[in-house]
């Protein structure tokens, strides 16, 4: 089993930033990818950014030049730098771990942006 803890989700004034941390524990083996998704009330999930094993990051448009995934291998982590937040970026984000095909979900850790 695979277990995701994320952290660092709050209020956030429009403008401002947050970093999201999430780290893996359990039976971690070979990683395909770590990401982030959100999911905003009465929407679908989405992504939000994903890095692969082999360097690849991808972005969501509505993201993309404002957040910046990044991981420590080492500590199975894996970081989502949010800047020039916006009140639509409002959402639950949530911790994904790709390995050997099956995902694993972290609980979600909640972003508002609000002034």
């Known amino acids: 089993q695979v277990h995701l803890v994320e952290s660092g989700g709050g209020l956030v004034q429009p403008g401002g930033s947050l970093r999201l941390s999430c780290t893996a524990s359990g039976s971690i083996f070979s990683i395909n990818a770590m990401g982030w998704y959100r999911q905003a009330p009465g929407k679908q999930r989405e992504l939000v950014a994903r890095?692969?094993?082999?360097?690849?990051?991808n972005y969501a448009g509505s993201v993309k030049g404002r957040f910046t995934i990044s991981r420590d291998n080492a500590k199975n982590t894996v970081y989502l730098q949010m800047n020039s937040l916006k009140p639509e970026d409002t959402a639950v984000y949530y911790c994904?771990?790709?390995?050997?095909?099956?995902?694993?979900w972290g609980k979600g850790t909640l972003v508002t942006v609000s002034s």
């Open positions: 994904n771990l790709d390995q050997s095909g099956m995902n694993y």
């Open positions: 890095s692969s094993s082999i360097g690849t990051t």
